[in-house]
């Protein structure tokens, strides 16, 4: 399966658009999270456990539209779309959309 966030793909003609797909994760977060966040903050720096939770949501959803476009038939999802959002002030959701399509 070919991802993009492009409408197209190089050398590779669409031949049919099969529909939009679309996928979401919600991750909560923890105490121990929120510590080492919030002292991240403070003092600056990266807080790796949050980022290696958002790439694991972005896998997650990715996987998920892949296997919607599958069971449409497509060969490639274009278009894709990745969006964060808080939710409930504990939580983070990871949602992801694009364009299921066949290639010709």
Same mark, same amino acid.
Request: net charge negative.
């Given at each position: 399966?070919?991802? &993009? ?5 190089? %050398?590779?003609?669409?031949? /049919?658009?099969?529909? !939009? ?12 999270? +929120? $510590? &080492?966040?919030?002292? /991240?903050?403070? !003092? ?13 949501? !972005?896998?997650? !959803? ?9 069971? *449409?038939?497509? +060969?490639?999802?274009? %278009? $894709?779309?990745? +969006? ?18 066949? *290639?010709?």
């Amino acid at each position: 399966m070919i991802h &993009t966030t492009g409408p197209s793909i190089e %050398s590779r003609p669409i031949e /049919r658009y099969l529909g !939009v797909v679309s996928a979401q994760a919600i991750m909560g977060t923890h105490i121990g999270k +929120d $510590i &080492t966040a919030g002292f /991240r903050n403070i !003092v600056g720096g990266r807080s790796k456990s949050y980022e290696k939770e958002i790439a694991q949501a !972005v896998g997650e !959803v990715i996987d998920e539209l892949s296997g919607k476009a599958q069971e *449409l038939g497509a +060969d490639a999802i274009v %278009s $894709i779309d990745i +969006d964060y959002e808080s939710v409930g002030g504990q939580m983070l959701m990871v949602a992801a959309s694009g364009t299921a399509v066949k *290639l010709g």
